[in-house]
């Protein structure tokens, strides 16, 4: 097919289609004609996964490269290209703000390492998982919520339950790019599912207790169809 | 304190404090004497916040402003501020891609809407989240992984026990200020705590289903102290 069906098919537009195919997150379509080139199904499901990883993913452009590069490397094992998309998902969280020259940073991530040895969980001490947990102690102790800690083993023990589903999803199946598709979606829109649903879950308890508590509670708490959108500034 | 007084203890470059004053983020210092302000520990507090909210939440600084401002809203319910954090959070995330004007996106919404009713969740039909969930339903759809959403009993049976420790958490706190910080930090921290608990509980599982297959797993699948940086493009 030519860019412009692709991009009626894939509802991505054509500047983006031609900036992805620059930035090589999209691989070249086959030569036909001067200017022209024709796309086929691969390049249509690489552009929905993209806009997967971007739009749902929450995934920097740099980021999303990441997990498609790793995606065409056939010798990665399924653990290694998990390993790839958490270290994509958390370069783009990774904060400037805080950090290993930052002492106190250093402390928290040795608490988070601790924390995790805690649970008896096979980590590598180096996974930047750990890091993003420091941070994250880091912070909340920064705001004087360090009691929202004492919620770790719980959390632990559900995303424990849920990586055992989330994992052996992949495993089961049978053909290999299945299986890195799996890894992928799993990793990144499982993680906007769970976020999700976390949400909703919070609305739903909020508004039970708000009930008890005989606040009113006519959906103008956790609903918010009627937001004003705003834009956005940036830090200088 | 004077305004580099503030920088220094918060961590926050003094264009950044400026930035954040002019954006109404952080409420002016009093005034002391000409071009001077003079700042105090209300002012170190909200900064922490801010960065918290920006490095750690994740948010734009229009998400950020909206949580601050309706944390400024004394008449607001606990139940109320918890929507608001959810919409700022969700407003961040809204795809242009995906949307109401798509009929395949208003099967997903309904879709959403009938999963989170048979789970028997109070939730407003208008919330959110439910338009987030929408999203993720039709992007699994559309880069076939529907199967990813057969684990959505077990997500929504985690977060609500997850939901009914961090809802209450919040409803113990007896002083009113406590308690919005806590439903703040408690929605969009505990996401980042959640979300990084989970890549570790993903790790490990996968750390142990990699040796039981025989892989080679020294730890250069799920860490990644090794990755390069890269820079962010941006799609036109």
């Known amino acids: 097919m030519r860019i412009g069906e692709l991009s009626r098919d894939s509802g991505v537009t054509i500047p983006t289609i031609k900036y992805y195919l620059r930035e090589g997150l999209l691989p070249p379509g086959a030569p036909a004609g001067r200017n022209q080139a024709s796309y086929d199904q691969s390049h249509l499901e690489r552009l929905r996964l993209i806009r997967a990883l971007r739009d749902v993913g929450g995934l920097s452009v740099t980021a999303a490269k990441e997990v498609l590069d790793a995606l065409d490397e056939p010798e990665l094992s399924a653990h290694e290209l998990m390993g790839r998309a958490h270290q994509a998902v958390l370069r783009d969280r990774g904060s400037d ?8 940073w250093t402390r928290a991530r040795a608490d988070a390492a601790a924390e995790i040895a805690q649970l008896g969980w096979r980590v590598d001490p180096d996974a930047p998982a750990l890091d993003q947990l420091a941070d994250v102690i880091l912070t909340l102790r920064r705001v004087n919520r360090p009691d929202l800690l004492n919620l770790l083993p719980q959390y632990a023990a ?10 052996r999803l992949a495993a089961a199946d049978r053909e290999p790019a299945a ?7 799993g990793t990144i829109l499982g993680e906007a599912l769970l976020a999700t649903v976390r949400l909703l879950a919070q609305e739903h308890v909020s508004a039970t207790l708000a009930e008890e508590r005989g606040e ?7 609903s918010g169809s009627d937001a004003a959108s705003g834009s956005d500034g940036e830090t200088p």
Request: net charge negative; aromatic share 0%.
């Open 97 to 104: 703000a805080l950090g290993p020259e930052d002492h106190e």
């Open 158 to 167: 559900a995303t424990l339950g849920l990586a055992n589903q989330e994992v």
């Open 179 to 185: 299986v890195m598709t799996t890894v992928v979606t």
């Open 216 to 222: 009113g509670c006519e959906g103008d708490g956790a």
